[in-house]
């Protein structure tokens, strides 16, 4: 799908980096690390799925329209930074949830453009992202939108998959389990999701998980110098902590910090590993350039925040709090210097080849 660049983008996509730090921050607070931010704390998921995640995806959708009017969604929903570093954190998820509608026009619009299947998905991500939204701003209870922020992004990740993979010989049969898997999360998720609804959806998980590990095509990238290897790495990688996060919501297991864990496998340990794979493909694309965004060095950042997210977790499973600040503040840094490369790939990108 051809990406249309815009002049705006380089003047928003600060807004969602800035949101990824001050979540990256409020996270570090929530463990315990004395950093006075401690009344936006309350709203890392906020900034994290939203302001951050929605800003970024919102942008990768709105570049594609020709009309610049596509960009005031992202726009509006990048500004709930401010909102929630002013204190007005109501403000900033009704930015979220106006920007959250205009990503379900845009995936609407795509889908009965080109009515592909995955479209599917990624407008019942961008329904489900609105109703995690709503949610906050109905009850003030951050765990009812977690189930439905989850979906947003596991739908949406999904469907991209799908979207790169479309080439693949898969059989009908071998897609029918993966709708079915997805059926099934579904169902977890709009069940009572602390009661059964949880062990449905990790079932589920589990199921999307090995599909993905046995179909896509991350496998076939192994074999592959360069670019490919490092994201077909990333994205296996992925894939496993979301297997992870199902085992963990699936079984009655506990320990100290389960609910940590549980959640944390699957945003820091699955959704960054698609965000490390798929960046170098997408940023150039976003800020209209050609080529990938790619150097060695990505490794660093994205394995160390993977290594990070597995000290903190077995923190989480002793209950060691040590452990998880050690953990977290290693997954902040490890975040902080796949930025940093990734913005010194990019500069170096436009000085050696500026068109």
């Known amino acids: 799908m051809a990406m249309k660049s815009s002049s705006l983008v380089p003047v928003l996509l600060p807004f969602a980096m800035l949101s990824l730090v001050l979540a990256i921050l409020t996270g570090l607070v929530r463990l315990g690390w004395a950093i006075p931010i401690s009344e936006t704390a309350g709203q890392h998921g906020a900034l994290m799925v939203g302001s951050f995640l929605g800003t970024v995806i919102l942008l990768e959708r709105a570049v594609v329209f020709k009309n610049r009017w596509a960009l005031l969604a992202p726009a509006l929903n990048g500004l ?86 479309r ?8 897609r029918l389990l993966l709708w079915g898997a997805i059926g099934v999360f579904l ?111 990505l490794y660093v950042g994205s394995v160390g925040q993977l290594l990070g997210l597995l000290i903190r977790t077995l923190g989480d499973w002793q209950g060691d709090s040590v452990c998880r600040m050690a953990g977290g503040l290693m997954q902040g840094i490890a975040i902080g210097i796949f930025l940093i490369c990734m913005l010194v790939i990019i500069v170096r990108k436009r000085l050696y080849f500026p068109y």
């Open 80 to 165: 709930s930074l401010p909102a929630f570093l002013l204190g007005w954190p109501v403000v900033g998820l009704w930015l979220l949830i106006v920007g959250s509608l205009g990503m379900v026009l845009m995936t609407y619009l795509f889908l009965i453009r080109y009515k592909h299947p995955y479209y599917y998905l990624l407008f019942g991500g961008s329904v489900c992202l609105v109703i995690g939204h709503v949610l906050v701003v109905k009850t003030g209870f951050y765990p009812l939108a977690v189930p439905w922020w989850i979906a947003f992004l596991l739908l949406t990740i999904v469907a991209e998959r799908l979207e790169l993979s």
């Open 167 to 174: 080439f693949l010989p898969i059989k009908s049969w071998q």
């Open 187 to 297: 169902i977890g998720i709009a069940k009572p999701f602390h009661g059964t609804g949880q062990g449905i959806t990790g079932v589920a998980m589990i199921a999307v998980a090995a599909w993905l590990l046995r179909f896509d095509m991350a496998v076939k990238s192994l074999r592959k110098a360069g670019q490919p290897r490092y994201s077909g790495t990333m994205l296996l990688l992925g894939y496993g902590w979301l297997m992870l996060s199902g085992l963990l919501f699936a079984l009655p297991i506990v320990f100290p910090f389960v609910y940590d864990a549980t959640l944390h496998t699957f945003f820091a340990g699955f959704v960054f590993s698609m965000i490390f794979a798929h960046a170098p493909i997408i940023l150039p694309g976003v800020l209209g350039r050609q080529g990938v965004f790619y150097h060695p060095i």
